[in-house]
């Protein structure tokens, strides 16, 4: 990694500020801890990491029942119960009953791994701190075997976070961190070129202004991300939606077509329908 910096690959576009973020992580052993509005592209920035070093990838993606110990290891206790009960010789070994988890299996990669810790935020409060030690000298205790794993190579890990819950003190001090700014209109043409190579100038531009208007409407409950534009730009292609029917002039503004990928709840739909009424009222 230290010859090759991330850039960015064929399908995602990286801004100058990321790829210095990732470049600073690796270089000081940290976790990359990444924030930004939902559809910025915080999980897809592991697998592209990945693809472009041709390193693997391990996801651990978190839920609100997600454990610290589950990245780690699991006993199935149960199993062995059943076993016994039948007679099965493997009883006698309990490492047939050790379960690997993301983190062991990152541990033991022949080369440095890229570990995708997704959405930490989701888990208890408890979850990152139960992680510091494991996070910071790279090693484990398996209490039921009594082995020690120690990693082979320090994985790149990726951390992302939706601000869901505050994360500890003492988790943040471990990690660099960056928040994904949402692309400006220059960055996500650059985005919106690597799905749409062919689209028309016309379209995008009047897409993108309907698109960011949308965004500029004081008190939407969800702004569309930049994974609904892409939805709905394809949407557009694929029913041949003419540029001037995201026009708004004279007057006539009006819900864009197939809002449905943009507008997520009958709210914001409602308060856009409003501003649309207010808007003729004056020009007229």
């Known amino acids: 990694m230290q010859n090759e910096r991330f850039v960015g690959t064929q399908r995602y576009v990286a801004t100058e500020d990321l790829s210095m973020a990732v470049a600073a992580a690796v270089t000081l052993g940290r976790p990359l801890l990444i924030k930004g509005e939902p559809g910025t592209g915080k999980t897809q920035l592991a697998e592209e990491i990945a693809g472009f070093l041709g390193r693997p990838l391990y996801e651990w ?23 016994s009960q039948l007679g ?17 299996e990152a541990f033991c990669s022949e080369v440095q791994p890229v570990l995708l810790i997704d959405e930490i935020d989701k888990a208890d409060i408890e979850f990152p701190n139960d992680l510091l030690r494991e996070i910071d000298r790279m090693e484990f205790y398996v209490y039921e075997t009594r082995e020690l794993v120690r990693a082979r190579h320090r994985p790149i890990i990726v951390i992302t976070s939706n601000n869901e819950k505050e ?30 190579p062919g689209i028309k100038k016309e379209l995008l531009a009047e897409s993108l202004t309907a698109f960011y208007r949308i965004r500029e409407v004081p008190g939407l409950k969800k702004k569309p991300s930049t994974s609904e534009l892409l939805d709905w730009l394809k949407l557009l292609l694929a029913e041949d939606i003419a540029p001037e029917a995201l026009r708004a002039t004279d007057g006539k503004a009006t819900i864009p077509p197939l809002y449905g990928a943009l507008l997520k709840n009958e709210q914001d739909i409602h308060l856009f329908e409003q501003l649309v009424f207010m808007h003729r009222r004056t020009t007229r």
């Open 61 to 83: 993606h978190v839920k609100s029942t997600t454990k610290a110990q589950q990245g780690l290891y699991e006993y199935d206790a149960v199993s062995r119960l059943r076993d």
């Open 88 to 104: 099965d010789a493997r009883v006698h070994d309990i490492g047939n009953y050790i379960v690997k988890g993301r983190l062991w």
């Open 167 to 196: 994360l500890p003190d003492a988790f943040l001090r471990r990690c660099f961190f960056h928040y994904i700014r949402f692309p400006d209109e220059q960055t996500m043409r650059q985005i919106v070129d690597v799905h749409f």
